[in-house]
């Protein structure tokens, strides 16, 4: 196992395309974490999985964000009608964690994708 | 979003020297974590406490867990150009809660 992967690791895209952001845990890892961090700054959480379940996505900026993670294993983070405020580095997690908070666990993170909007 | 108040922001330091950094907090947290990120990288893990004034050490990396739980200090002795890049601290009760990093420079 290589760790968390995340692709493509750079994408420039014109405001009002979509883009989707792809990302592989660690196998044995069952939560999955989706963070954005602009430059400057700490990760901001967006959303996590529990296996497939999406426990928390409150955080996730707008209606225009979604996430998934269909079978437990890779997750995908979509953006729909991208605007130049959504550049940032998306960045992906796993962790082996147990119980329902996302408490008490130890993130392994990927190294992440970077967005541009032009 | 939320953030703990990290500090130094940013440390412009000679090989060799010790560094010292320290997060602070108005919430407590259960867990204090110290990442360290280089550019165009995701952060990785140095140093995770998990109990209120646990001190651990992981080679020239010394962190502590305040007594308080709402502070943490990371200390980097002797240290080398590879040391470089920026360290965050994240504190985590539910989720995780990030400084905004203490950036590393060596000055040749």
């Known amino acids: 196992d290589t760790g968390v992967s995340q692709n493509p690791r750079h994408k420039i895209t014109k405001r009002g395309q979509n883009v989707t952001f792809r990302c592989d845990p660690i196998?044995?890892?069952?939560?999955l974490y989706w963070y954005r961090q602009t430059l400057g700054q700490g990760p901001e959480f967006l959303t996590y999985?529990?296996?497939?379940?999406?426990?928390?996505k409150s955080r996730l900026l707008s209606d225009r964000f979604s996430a998934e993670r269909p079978k437990g294993s890779f997750s995908t983070l979509e953006i729909q009608r991208t605007e130049q405020g959504d550049s940032a580095m998306y960045l992906c997690?796993?962790?082996?964690?147990?119980?329902?908070?996302?408490?008490?666990?130890?993130?392994?993170f990927g190294a992440g994708s970077r967005l541009t909007v032009l | 979003g939320q953030q703990l108040n990290q500090s130094p922001q940013s440390m412009f330091i000679q090989e060799g020297e010790d560094v010292s950094m320290n997060c602070t907090s108005s919430?407590?947290?259960?867990?204090w974590l110290w990442y360290k990120q280089d550019p165009g990288e995701g952060p990785v893990l140095l140093i995770a406490?998990?109990?209120a004034g646990e001190l651990t050490s992981n080679g020239r990396l010394t962190a502590q867990f305040g007594i308080t739980r709402k502070d943490s200090f990371l200390n980097i002795s002797a240290s080398i150009p590879s040391d470089v890049g920026i360290y965050f601290c994240?504190?985590?009760?539910?989720?995780?809660?990030w400084g905004a990093g203490t950036k590393l420079i060596i000055k040749p």
């Open positions: 997690a796993s962790s082996l964690g147990k119980g329902t908070y996302s408490g008490a666990n130890v993130l392994t």
């Open positions: 196998s044995e890892h069952n939560r």
């Open positions: 999985f529990q296996n497939e379940a999406q426990l928390e």
């Open positions: 919430s407590i947290f259960n867990t």
């Open positions: 406490l998990y109990k």
């Open positions: 994240a504190g985590q009760e539910y989720q995780l809660i």
